[in-house]
C-alpha cells in the first residue's frame, strides 16, 4: 500500500509504520461502542463532600505541601478562538453593507449578534477595540457593525479570530483586562505552588501561537510573582506530528494530496496524551484553558481543587499499601478480603462474573494489576444541558466493570436502552482532574499504556473539495485514561465556567461584579 517515498514521509514525521496500518484497520472495521451500565450518580459512584470537609482538606493539603509535595499543572491552550466567533463570521459573511447588517440584526438567526452588539461595551476587550477602530464605533448614529466585526476578528485589529482563545482579553479589571493563560498563572499561584514558592505550570499550545504565549507570559510572570510570592517555572509544548492520524478517502484508501503525498490530520486532544507523558510531579492538576472565573469567584475553584488532592492522596496512600503486601506474594486471607472489598467498594472495580476465577496466585495477580495503575480524581459538575462527557458505570474490555468519563461519540444511539441511561445521567465532566502518576515505588508510570485503544472516533471532513474521512486519538479524559483507577466527586458549579461562544462572556461569572 505504501510506496518507498511513503515510507520516507512517515519516517521524517516520526510516525510509526505499524501504529498507521493500525489505524488504516479502523478505518476499515470501525470502533466497537462503550457499553454503558448505569449513570455514576450521589451515593453511587459519585462523592459528595459536605464543607467541614472541604475546609479540613484546605488545611491538610497545605501541610502536605509543606512537607514536600510536588504539584504541576497541566492546561491543554493549543485550541484556536475561531469557534467562538462562529456566528459573527456568518453574520458578516451575510453582511455586505452597514445597512444590510441593521436589517440582518432584526432577524431570529442572528439573535446572538444582536446580543453582542447591545452589550458590546460589557466586553473586556471594548478599550481596544474601540481604539483600533480611531475610537469611531458609529456610523450615521448606527454602529458601524461591519467594520467592528473585522476589527475585531482580522489583523485590522485585535485578530481574535485567528487568535488561540488562551490569549483573548476574557475580564476586567481596574489595571486592566486579563486573559484565560493569566487567570491560570493566578491559580497556580494560590493552590500550585510548592513549600519553596515554585509553581509549575506546562502549556500545550500551537506552534504559531508559542512565540504570542511566551510574550504574554514574559509580561505577566513579575507582576504576578511580586504580588504573590512565587516563582513560576512555565512549560511549553506542542501537539507532536507523530500523533497525527492518517486520512483516508471514502474507500479507505490513504488520502493523497496533489502532489501525491500522504495527508495527516492532528488527532486530536487524545493526542496530548505524549505531552502529559513527560510532565514531572508528584501530583497533577488539569484543566482546560478556557474554564476560568475573575478573582472574585476564585476561591470555591481554589477549596476544592485541595480536597481533590487530599482524597487522591488518601486513597494512593491505601493502594501503596496493599500493593506493597501483594509484592511479597504471602498473603493472608484477611490481608485478601481486605484488599477485595477496597478495590470494589471504593476503587469501584467490579470483576468479572463469576468472581475471581482461578487460584490465590492468580487473584493476587488480579489485584496487583487493578490497583498499580495511575489514579485520577475527576470533578463533575450538575448537568444543566452543556453538550459533552459524563460519568458512568462501563463495562470495560476485560469484561471488569468501573467508573469511566464517557463521551456521546461511544455511545450506540441506535440502542434504545442505552440512550435511556444516558437520558437519566445526573452530572457533567468539566476536565477538572487531579492525577497521581507516580507507583508505589515512586517511579513514573507510562501513561501511553494505559489508554484504551478502541475508544477513537471516525468523522467526515473534506480536503481540496475531496471527501475524507478523518480519524481522532482516544480522547484525553475518556479513552486516553479508560484503564486508569478513576473516582468522581462532585464540585459546585460555580467552579465550571466554560467560554464556547463570545457571549457567555457575557455571563454574570464572567464580569466584574
Known amino acids: 500500500m505504501f510506496t518507498q517515498k511513503d515510507l520516507e514521509q512517515l519516517n521524517n514525521r516520526g510516525s510509526n509504520l505499524e501504529v498507521i496500518e493500525n489505524q488504516l484497520s479502523y478505518f476499515k472495521k470501525g470502533f466497537p461502542h462503550l457499553k454503558v451500565l448505569s449513570p455514576a450518580t450521589i451515593g453511587n459512584g459519585i462523592i459528595r463532600l459536605d464543607s467541614m470537609a472541604v475546609d479540613s482538606s484546605v488545611k491538610e493539603y497545605n501541610k502536605k505541601v ?280 471504593e476503587l469501584c472495580i467490579k470483576p468479572v462474573d463469576p468472581k475471581y476465577e482461578g487460584d490465590t496466585a492468580t487473584l493476587i495477580h488480579y489485584l496487583y494489576r487493578k490497583l498499580n495503575r495511575p489514579i485520577r480524581i475527576c470533578g463533575m459538575v450538575l448537568n444543566e444541558g452543556e453538550p459533552g462527557g459524563g460519568p458512568f458505570w462501563a463495562e470495560n474490555s476485560d469484561g471488569t466493570v468501573s467508573l469511566q468519563v464517557v463521551e456521546s461519540s461511544q455511545i450506540d444511539h441506535n440502542d434504545h436502552l442505552q440512550r435511556e441511561i444516558v437520558s437519566r445521567s445526573s452530572h457533567f465532566n468539566p476536565v477538572d482532574l487531579v492525577c497521581g502518576i507516580r507507583n508505589y515505588k515512586g517511579e513514573k508510570f507510562d501513561l501511553l499504556k494505559f489508554r484504551d485503544p478502541e475508544t477513537g472516533f471516525i468523522s467526515s471532513k473534506s480536503k481540496d473539495g475531496k471527501t475524507l474521512k478523518a480519524q481522532e486519538l482516544p480522547g484525553l479524559w475518556n479513552g486516553a485514561m479508560a484503564d486508569w483507577n478513576t473516582l468522581f466527586v462532585e464540585v459546585p458549579i460555580i467552579t465550571f465556567n466554560p467560554v464556547k461562544t463570545i457571549n457567555d462572556l457575557l455571563r454574570h461569572e464572567h464580569q466584574p461584579v
Not at 490569549?167 to 493566578?186: A, C, K, N, Q
Request: glycine letters at 6%; hydrophobic letters at 40%.
Open 66 to 345: 509543606q512537607d514536600g509535595l510536588q504539584p504541576a499543572k497541566f492546561i491543554p491552550a493549543s485550541g484556536a478562538a475561531s469557534r467562538m466567533f462562529q456566528s459573527l463570521f456568518s453574520f458578516a459573511e451575510a453582511a455586505s453593507s452597514n445597512q444590510k447588517a441593521a436589517e440582518l440584526l432584526q432577524e431570529e438567526r442572528f439573535g446572538s449578534v444582536a446580543q453582542f452588539f447591545i452589550q458590546l461595551t460589557n466586553f473586556s476587550f471594548y478599550k481596544k477595540l474601540s481604539t483600533s477602530l480611531g475610537g469611531q464605533l458609529y456610523e450615521e448614529g448606527n454602529l458601524k457593525y461591519c467594520e467592528i466585526i473585522d476589527y475585531l476578528l482580522t489583523d485590522k485589529g485585535l485578530n481574535y479570530g485567528f487568535l488561540p482563545k488562551g490569549l483573548l482579553d476574557f475580564h476586567s479589571y481596574l489595571e486592566g483586562p486579563r486573559t484565560p493563560v493569566e487567570e491560570h498563572l493566578i491559580e497556580g499561584a494560590l493552590y500550585g505552588a510548592d513549600n519553596r514558592g515554585n509553581v509549575k505550570l506546562h502549556f500545550t499550545v500551537s506552534p504559531e501561537h508559542l512565540n504570542l504565549f511566551k510574550e504574554k507570559i514574559a509580561q505577566s510572570t513579575p507582576v504576578f510573582e511580586t504580588k504573590f510570592g512565587v516563582h513560576y517555572e512555565i512549560s511549553f509544548s506542542e501537539q507532536k506530528p507523530s500523533t497525527d492520524t492518517i486520512a483516508v478517502d471514502p474507500e479507505n484508501n490513504p488520502f493523497r494530496l496533489s502532489d501525491g503525498t500522504l495527508l495527516f490530520r492532528p488527532a486530536g486532544h487524545g493526542a496530548l496524551l505524549e505531552n502529559l507523558n513527560e510532565i514531572e510531579g508528584d501530583i497533577i492538576f488539569i484543566k482546560n484553558i478556557d474554564n476560568v472565573v475573575p478573582d472574585r469567584l476564585k476561591d470555591e475553584t481554589v477549596r476544592y481543587k485541595m480536597a481533590l488532592v487530599l482524597i487522591l492522596l488518601e486513597i494512593q496512600n491505601r493502594i501503596f499499601q496493599y500493593l506493597k503486601i501483594l509484592a511479597t506474594k504471602e498473603v493472608t486471607e484477611g490481608q485478601l478480603a481486605d484488599i477485595i472489598d477496597f478495590t470494589e467498594h
